[in-house]
């Protein structure tokens, strides 16, 4: 067997908690922070929604996980061996870790728990080659694969997240994990109480044994819970958040409007943040329905795209929140950010359009725009956009509707041609397969037989370099194909109080573990 350590330099273990994170601090206190929604369930198994992942990331704790840019490090595992032929992978644990419920976690936890998201969740296609697993000691887990896939990225995954549960809970619920009682881990906070639509509250869990390996980063290394408990309330309206944030009512608030930038940064009671990356701003094309089958058409389609005018009108002109460039995945995933195709992206050329519209036998029918105000980069994307293919003689017309109502019309691939949505950061290749792959709803009818191929061995587990080269070759063919039309970057916009320190932004969730009020 090949034997991989991912551990850092023993140094860190020796290092202070108040070293780790940036001097002396003092414990104690009420963190409020305003959320856009309500969690419908806390149960980290059976969900991929962001808000679940938000909350659950402080109660539950996983394998692996991911840093800060985006590579997988260990959590609870503090190393893994990986077989040569890629079918056993044995994970050794850290001792001693303790649940809320005051039980040390074992690998028998870890294997129920394991079974659970197997059983339940939602990515349970991604694991169907799990051929068994054991847990042959106290401190070792064991997985055997049918056949090498990638389950480092699955077990890291934050949607759902594989969380670690005691194994009496497990056995006793594969149903949904609800109430203090149940949803019990091993993170640097409890949960205290949960009153839907009102707010969730966690505890300081005093008992928590951090990860002393390796500095914090991303989801994972050292944690420190400053805060006796963290109170998050939904506050689905935008002016309230910012209201609630300048009244000093909520200590932090997210997803705030781009308009009161200026306002907040000349407000010595605030810290502005600019959370980067955050939405990849693009459109999706039903190539179920005429003409958008006609490869002639897209890329006349694509052609028409002036990316710039239309982030600096999402971006309220404001180049902070905003940033123009052809990769599926951003600059700070250094493993996988790639300019594959970007000869195709932004050459904006009229003369050719006209070319490409007579090749495709066009004659000024109506393209249907599916769109919505719920989001307003969204809405002022879609105006932009339409105006922009109107210009080069594509007859756009645009259909509002709510975002729910545009989800369900879009995957009816019916009534429609071009689809206003955006999508959020992929940790892995893997990730783009429901939007690419012939079978899938979310690729509205687009269908390549090399495309087929290349996703078939981005599943498998190959090493990285030869991943990239496959992925590579993925997102060359998305844009001679055509297969959707990515417009740019688009990040948004937080805040916090002034005498919080130790907050970093970061897409996945926002993190108040190593965070202290002054």
């Given at each position: 067997?090949?034997?991989?350590?991912?551990?850092?330099?023993?140094?860190?273990?020796?290092?202070?908690?108040?070293?780790?994170?940036?001097?002396?601090?003092?414990?104690?206190?009420?963190?409020?922070?305003?959320?856009?929604?309500?969690?419908?369930?806390?149960?980290?198994?059976?969900?991929?929604?962001?808000?679940?992942?938000?909350?659950?990331?402080?109660?539950?704790?996983?394998?692996?996980?991911?840093?800060?840019?985006?590579?997988?490090?260990?959590?609870?595992?503090?190393?893994?061996?990986?077989?040569?032929?890629?079918?056993?992978?044995?994970?050794?644990?850290?001792?001693?870790?303790?649940?809320?419920?005051?039980?040390?976690?074992?690998?028998?936890?870890?294997?129920?728990?394991?079974?659970?998201?197997?059983?339940?969740?939602?990515?349970?296609?991604?694991?169907?080659?799990?051929?068994?697993?054991?847990?042959?000691?106290?401190?070792?887990?064991?997985?055997?694969?049918?056949?090498?896939?990638?389950?480092?990225?699955?077990?890291?995954?934050?949607?759902?997240?594989?969380?670690?549960?005691?194994?009496?809970?497990?056995?006793?619920?594969?149903?949904?994990?609800?109430?203090?009682?149940?949803?019990?881990?091993?993170?640097?906070?409890?949960?205290?109480?949960?009153?839907?639509g009102a707010h969730v509250t966690l505890a300081r869990f005093?008992?928590?044994?951090?990860?002393?390996?390796?500095?914090?980063?991303?989801?994972?290394?050292?944690?420190?819970?400053?805060?006796?408990?963290?109170?998050?309330?939904?506050?689905?309206?935008?002016?309230?958040?910012?209201?609630?944030?300048?009244?000093?009512?909520?200590?932090?608030?997210?997803?705030?409007?781009?308009?009161?930038?200026?306002?907040?940064?000349?407000?010595?009671?605030?810290?502005?943040?600019?959370?980067?990356?955050?939405?990849?701003?693009?459109?999706?094309?039903?190539?179920?329905?005429?003409?958008?089958?006609?490869?002639?058409?897209?890329?006349?389609?694509?052609?028409?795209?002036?990316?710039?005018?239309?982030?600096?009108?999402?971006?309220?002109?404001?180049?902070?929140?905003?940033?123009?460039?052809?990769?599926?995945?951003?600059?700070?995933?250094?493993?996988?950010?790639?300019?594959?195709?970007?000869?195709?992206?932004?050459?904006?050329?009229?003369?050719?359009?006209?070319?490409?519209?007579?090749?495709?036998?066009?004659?000024?029918?109506?393209?249907?725009?599916?769109?919505?105000?719920?989001?307003?980069?969204?809405?002022?994307?879609?105006?932009?956009?339409?105006?922009?293919?109107?210009?080069?003689?594509?007859?756009?017309?645009?259909?509002?509707?709510?975002?729910?109502?545009?989800?369900?019309?879009?995957?009816?691939?019916?009534?429609?041609?071009?689809?206003?949505?955006?999508?959020?950061?992929?940790?892995?290749?893997?990730?783009?397969?429901?939007?690419?792959?012939?079978?899938?709803?979310?690729?509205?009818?687009?269908?390549?037989?090399?495309?087929?191929?290349?996703?078939?061995?981005?599943?498998?587990?190959?090493?990285?370099?030869?991943?990239?080269?496959?992925?590579?070759?993925?997102?060359?063919?998305?844009?001679?194909?055509?297969?959707?039309?990515?417009?740019?970057?688009?990040?948004?916009?937080e805040g916090l109080g002034s005498k919080l320190e130790g907050?970093?932004?970061?897409?996945?969730?926002?993190?108040?573990?190593?965070?202290?009020?002054?």
């Open positions: 067997m090949s034997r991989f350590k991912f551990m850092l330099l023993a140094v860190f273990v020796l290092v202070s908690l108040s070293t780790l994170v940036g001097g002396a601090q003092e414990s104690g206190g009420v963190l409020n922070v305003a959320i856009t929604t309500n969690p419908v369930t806390l149960d980290p198994h059976i969900s991929s929604h962001t808000v679940v992942r938000q909350i659950a990331s402080y109660l539950f704790e996983t394998l692996v996980t991911y840093d800060e840019n985006y590579h997988i490090i260990p959590q609870i595992a503090t190393s893994w061996d990986v077989s040569d032929d890629g079918l056993t992978y044995t994970f050794h644990l850290r001792s001693g870790i303790q649940f809320h419920n005051g039980k040390e976690l074992t690998s028998a936890d870890v294997a129920a728990s394991f079974g659970r998201l197997v059983e339940v969740s939602h990515s349970k296609a991604s694991l169907a080659d799990v051929k068994s697993f054991s847990a042959p000691d106290p401190l070792t887990f064991v997985v055997q694969l049918n056949k090498p896939i990638l389950l480092l990225v699955q077990l890291a995954m934050p949607t759902p997240l594989f969380g670690i549960l005691p194994e009496e809970i497990v056995k006793d619920h594969l149903d949904e994990l609800r109430g203090t009682q149940e949803l019990i881990g091993t993170g640097p906070y409890k949960l205290v109480e949960w009153k839907p005093d008992g928590y044994v951090p990860d002393t390996s390796q500095p914090g980063s991303g989801l994972g290394g050292m944690k420190v819970a400053y805060f006796d408990e963290i109170n998050f309330i939904p506050v689905t309206e935008q002016a309230s958040r910012l209201a609630g944030l300048l009244t000093g009512t909520y200590d932090y608030a997210e997803a705030l409007p781009l308009v009161s930038y200026a306002t907040l940064t000349s407000n010595p009671d605030i810290i502005a943040m600019v959370v980067k990356p955050k939405w990849a701003v693009l459109v999706e094309l039903n190539q179920a329905e005429p003409p958008m089958d006609n490869l002639s058409f897209r890329r006349a389609l694509a052609l028409a795209v002036d990316p710039e005018e239309i982030m600096l009108g999402v971006a309220l002109g404001n180049e902070d929140f905003y940033r123009v460039q052809p990769s599926i995945f951003y600059p700070e995933q250094t493993d996988w950010y790639s300019t594959a195709g970007a000869e195709y992206y932004s050459p904006r050329d009229m003369k050719r359009v006209a070319e490409l519209l007579e090749e495709a036998g066009y004659h000024d029918e109506e393209i249907i725009i599916l769109a919505n105000r719920d989001y307003d980069w969204m809405y002022k994307c879609t105006l932009a956009l339409a105006s922009q293919l109107q210009q080069a003689g594509i007859n756009a017309v645009i259909e509002f509707m709510d975002w729910p109502s545009q989800i369900q019309k879009a995957l009816s691939q019916k009534g429609w041609h071009i689809n206003q949505t955006g999508w959020s950061p992929r940790f892995d290749p893997s990730q783009l397969v429901g939007s690419l792959s012939c079978d899938s709803a979310g690729s509205y009818g687009y269908c390549n037989e090399e495309m087929e191929g290349l996703l078939d061995e981005i599943l498998v587990y190959h090493p990285l370099t030869e991943r990239q080269e496959i992925w590579r070759k993925i997102q060359e063919l998305v844009w001679t194909d055509v297969a959707a039309v990515r417009i740019g970057d688009y990040f948004t916009l907050y970093k932004p970061w897409y996945v969730i926002p993190r108040f573990w190593n965070v202290w009020r002054k």
